[in-house]
């Protein structure tokens, strides 16, 4: 039987390929159109992973009911799951709705260029979650301060999206799919809140437990 | 006056009944196994088997130096009387039952203590009392131990409980650097504290014996069984409590404290271990529920965790009336009985 941080890790590695993929997906569709085999394969793995990730979420939470935590953090842990799944359940609606975007979307290049940063700016900062959630089983300092540095990236990808929807709304023709483009952005950048949710998370987890000790 | 054998096993049965019963509501308000079912480490059958032996060795083994003060040292033989007996009893059923019934933290101890004295001081002013004239109706010994007892047993546990969370915060707790370190040391605590809950559970078991035999180890006038035997009737009574109905008070309690981690659970029990112990060994009559609740409160200090002051309240208003409202409940209920021509 697979050990408890076994099993968190397979969900997190899942939500990093996710992301990835979900990233590669996005880059794609600055380049060509929404309809394209590059963006529907990436798109669908996506929705792939999000299922897989669902399986484990479920065999966590087995491994919970069976007794196999310490039954004072028990319920801490089936949350952090659960936000993990948010997480991913959120990239899944990104993909659901960048693969049923119509064919004949065209995206400036200045706001693909920083749509582009935007995929980078939220790989990084599921990235950064990963360690932030494996730290707080081995040092609740260092946990801390990678929740900071999530909060500080995802800023980062909040500040994007404002540039992306002021690049957007400011161009010289607004059409329908002006609002398409800027609503992908807005679900996409909903991916890094999530992750600053569970990042304010692990910090009340942080000072549950520290203060408890 | 002859003693009329039919009156006589009339009152043998009903003494013998309720102090069975009195044992089975004792073992069906035991809460001290809740922390170690609180902890989910242990089944619920599991820890009620642990209760039922604990309660079993615990009052055949520690129980006969409390069930002598209640029994012996508190009341003067010449009032150790079928009508006063009964009236203790009685009213101690009674504050049981109406205390449980307000929600009020039952103290079996407090309940009986407070009933002797009330029968005592009445039997003073009561010229048909019995008692010879210039005779104390209550061991001033046996009752300065119970009322030390009662005023310092709580203050032992709040700052047994206090002082062992710091200590246990300090020395272990902080210097753990994750979660999966804080679990592991949690996990010896669960250990250590079924270990501490079982010797209080022993103990404890000794000093609750008391409130259900010791009034008949102290009576004058009945045939008793053998004190040994006595012991492990009572015990038996307060297993068959504690598995039949203790069940829902341990579930309830250790669901309600589920926030009370191992290792602030050990802190609790650790106080409550040596406090039980401490008197027991004196030979000093005080309630376990009362330790416990004081040493949370203790623990909670220590954590700077505000605590709940309408439970507090509650709590303090039922450690102080016990004691006087028993007294005044037995006194009316010795009237009930002087009535009926007993013979001893």
Not at chain 1, 182 to 195: F, T
Not at chain 2, 21 to 39: C, Y
Not at chain 2, 191 to 209: H, K, P
């Amino acid at each position: 039987m697979p050990t408890e941080t076994e099993i968190l890790k397979e969900q997190l590695d899942i939500l990093v390929e996710a992301t990835n993929t979900l990233a590669t997906a996005i880059n794609n569709w600055c380049e060509s159109d929404p309809k394209s085999k590059s963006v529907q394969e990436e798109a669908q793995k996506v929705i792939t992973l999000e299922k897989k990730g669902d399986r484990v979420e479920e065999k966590f939470i087995e491994y919970l009911y069976k007794g196999g935590a310490v039954h004072f953090s028990k319920t801490d842990k089936l949350t952090l799951s659960a936000k993990i799944d948010k997480i991913l359940n959120m990239e899944e609606l990104v993909a659901r709705y960048l693969m049923a975007q119509p064919k004949s979307i065209l995206i400036e290049k200045t706001v693909s260029e920083d749509i582009k940063k935007l995929s980078n700016s939220i790989v990084k900062t599921i990235e950064t979650l990963r360690e932030c959630v494996l730290l707080i089983n081995k040092d609740f300092d260092e946990a801390k301060r990678y929740s900071r540095k999530v909060e500080d990236e995802r800023r980062e990808a909040r500040n994007l999206e404002w540039k992306i929807l002021n690049d957007l709304l400011n161009l010289k023709e607004l059409n329908v799919h002006t609002l398409l483009i800027k609503q992908i952005v807005e679900l996409y950048v909903m991916v890094a809140d999530k992750a600053e949710s569970l990042a304010d998370f692990i910090d009340t987890i942080v000072i549950k437990y520290s203060t408890l000790r | 006056m002859a003693v009329d054998p039919v009156i006589l096993t009339i009152l043998i049965i009903i003494l013998y009944s309720l102090a069975i019963g009195i044992a089975v509501g004792i073992g069906a308000n035991d809460e001290t196994l809740a922390t170690v079912a609180g902890t989910g480490k242990l089944k619920i059958n599991h820890v009620l088997i642990i209760g039922v032996i604990c309660a079993i060795i615990g009052a055949v083994v520690f129980g006969s130096g409390t069930s002598e003060t209640i029994g012996g040292d508190l009341m003067h033989e010449s009032i150790r009387t079928a009508a006063f007996m009964l009236a203790i009893i009685s009213s101690t059923i009674f504050w049981l039952l109406l205390s449980s019934m307000k929600s009020l933290p039952v103290s079996t101890t407090h309940a009986v203590v407070g009933s002797v004295i009330g029968v005592g001081i009445l039997a003073v002013f009561f010229p048909w009392s019995g008692l010879p004239p210039g005779v104390s109706p209550i061991g001033a010994e046996g009752i300065i131990k119970v009322l030390i007892g009662w005023v310092t047993s709580p203050i032992v546990g709040y700052f047994g409980a206090f002082g062992m969370h710091l200590l246990v915060s300090r020395y272990v707790m902080k210097n753990l650097k994750g979660l999966e370190q804080i679990e592991k040391a949690e996990k010896i605590f669960v250990w250590l504290l079924l270990g501490i809950v079982i010797f209080t559970a022993l103990t404890r078991a000794g000093n609750d014996v008391a409130n259900s035999i010791g009034i008949l180890s102290g009576f004058q006038g009945i045939p008793l069984l053998p004190l040994p035997l006595l012991l492990l009737i009572s015990g038996c009574g307060m297993a068959i409590g504690l598995f039949i109905i203790g069940r829902r008070v341990i579930t309830n309690v250790g669901s309600n404290i589920v926030s009370l981690k191992p290792s602030d659970a050990f802190s609790v029990e650790l106080s409550v271990m040596i406090s039980m112990t401490i008197f027991t060994l004196i030979g000093m009559p005080i309630s376990g529920t009362q330790v416990l609740i004081f040493a949370i409160m203790g623990s909670s200090k220590a954590k700077r965790e505000k605590p709940n002051s309408k439970a507090i309240k509650k709590i303090v208003i039922s450690w102080i009336i016990t004691i006087p409202v028993a007294a005044l409940v037995a006194v009316g209920f010795y009237f009930l009985y002087f009535w009926i021509p007993w013979g001893i």
